[in-house]
C-alpha cells in the first residue's frame, strides 16, 4: 500500500495545537492591544447567573511568572500557551488543560478529547506532577484572587480575545461539565483574560 507522505505531514501538523497551520486554521489572531468593548461583550457572553464567575485582566508578568512552575521544558511551554484551565480542590491541582493537549475537530478544539470532561474532576491527560502550581502560588502571582469567598473547588481559566473563538468553547465546557456534575455551589470560576503577555511578547505556541 502507498502511503502518501504529503498527507501525512499535513496530518501531523493538523494533529498538534501548537503549529501555525493549527493557529491559521483556528482563528488565532494575535491582536496589538486590548479593545475593552471586544473584552465587555466577551465577558457578557461568558456570564451565567447559576455559576460564580469572577473576571480579571493580567498584565504580562502574570503567564510569566506561572510558566515557571512548570517542572520541565515541555510544561514550561505547556503553561505558556493561551488556553488554559486548572482546576484547584483545597488548594491542590485536580485537573489541567492547555490547547496543545487537545486535537482539532473542525472547525474547533476537541475540548473533551478523550471523553475527560463527562466526569467531575475531568480526567487528566497529562502528568500533573510535573506542575508544581497551587492556588496559593496563582494568589501570589496575582493577589486579587484572595478573597473568592468559600469554594470547595477553585476554576481558573487563562483565555484572551487573540483566541476568542476557542476560549470561549473552552468556558462553555467548562460550564457545561460543572452543571452536568450540579457543582454550581461548590466551584468558583475566575477567568483571566492574558492578552496582554502576547501582545508584549515574541512567545510562539
Do not use: H
Not at 54 to 74: H, V
Not at 131 to 160: A, C, D, M, Q, T
Amino acid at each position: 500500500m502507498k502511503i502518501n507522505v504529503v498527507s501525512i505531514f499535513l496530518l501531523l501538523l493538523l494533529c498538534s495545537s501548537c503549529s501555525l497551520i493549527f493557529r491559521t486554521m483556528f482563528g488565532f489572531n494575535k491582536i496589538a492591544s486590548i479593545n475593552i468593548d471586544d473584552y465587555n461583550d466577551f465577558v457578557s457572553k461568558c456570564k451565567d447567573n447559576d455559576l460564580s464567575m469572577r473576571f480579571f485582566i493580567s498584565d504580562s508578568s502574570y503567564i510569566a511568572n506561572i510558566s515557571k512552575y512548570g517542572q520541565t521544558t515541555q510544561f514550561k511551554d505547556y503553561l505558556k500557551q493561551p488556553m488554559q484551565a486548572f482546576l484547584f480542590f483545597n488548594d491542590s491541582l485536580k485537573f489541567f488543560t492547555a490547547n496543545c493537549l487537545v486535537p482539532p475537530k473542525l472547525p474547533n478544539l476537541n475540548w473533551n478529547y478523550q471523553n475527560k470532561f463527562e466526569e467531575f474532576p475531568p480526567k487528566n491527560t497529562v502528568n500533573l506532577d510535573s506542575i508544581s502550581l497551587s492556588f496559593s502560588n496563582f494568589k501570589i502571582v496575582l493577589p486579587e484572587l484572595r478573597g473568592l469567598g468559600n469554594y470547595n473547588y477553585i476554576y481558573i481559566i487563562n483565555w484572551n480575545l487573540m483566541t476568542e473563538r476557542q476560549s470561549f468553547n473552552l468556558i462553555d465546557e467548562i460550564k457545561n461539565n460543572i452543571k452536568k456534575f450540579d457543582k454550581m455551589d461548590s466551584v468558583s470560576v475566575v477567568l483571566i483574560n492574558t492578552d496582554d503577555f502576547y501582545i508584549k511578547s515574541d512567545v510562539s505556541f
